[in-house]
């Protein structure tokens, strides 16, 4: 079950405007990206209802991936409201991505 959703220059900001989305960075000729790419799609399960996973090719959405600086892949970002919030590089072990989608939801959870 494919739980995320595709983004590109076009609809990006309509994408991460309402509440929490993660956004996966990625290209199809980069090795880490197809390794956490089972992660990703853990996280959007796990996650669903708490926030939106989506998915950015950089090659072919170059404009979105020059503004956010997403040079080195994977770049794993977190938006609030279309505004971003932190951002994290390269192939990790899903715990990694859970305690800092877990840092900013409990965070949240305090304001």
């Known amino acids: 079950m494919n739980n995320t959703q595709e983004l590109?220059?076009?609809n990006f900001a309509a994408g991460i405007a309402e509440g929490?989305?993660?956004v996966d960075f990625w290209a199809p000729w980069c090795a880490p990206c197809r390794f956490i790419a089972p992660i990703v799609q853990e996280l959007a399960e796990?996650?669903?209802g708490r926030i939106s996973v989506a998915k950015l090719n950089v090659?072919?959405?170059t404009a979105t991936a020059m503004r956010y600086?997403?040079?080195s892949l994977p770049t794993l970002i977190l938006f609030k409201d279309g505004e971003l919030v932190c951002t994290t590089i390269?192939?990790?072990?899903?715990?990694n991505f859970q305690a800092m989608l877990?840092?900013?939801l409990s965070r949240d959870a305090l304001i």
């Open 46 to 48: 796990e996650y669903q």
């Open 90 to 95: 390269g192939a990790q072990p899903k715990r």
């Open 59 to 61: 090659d072919e959405s």
């Open 20 to 22: 929490y989305t993660l």
């Open 8 to 10: 590109n220059d076009a």
């Open 69 to 71: 600086h997403a040079m």
């Open 102 to 104: 877990e840092t900013e």
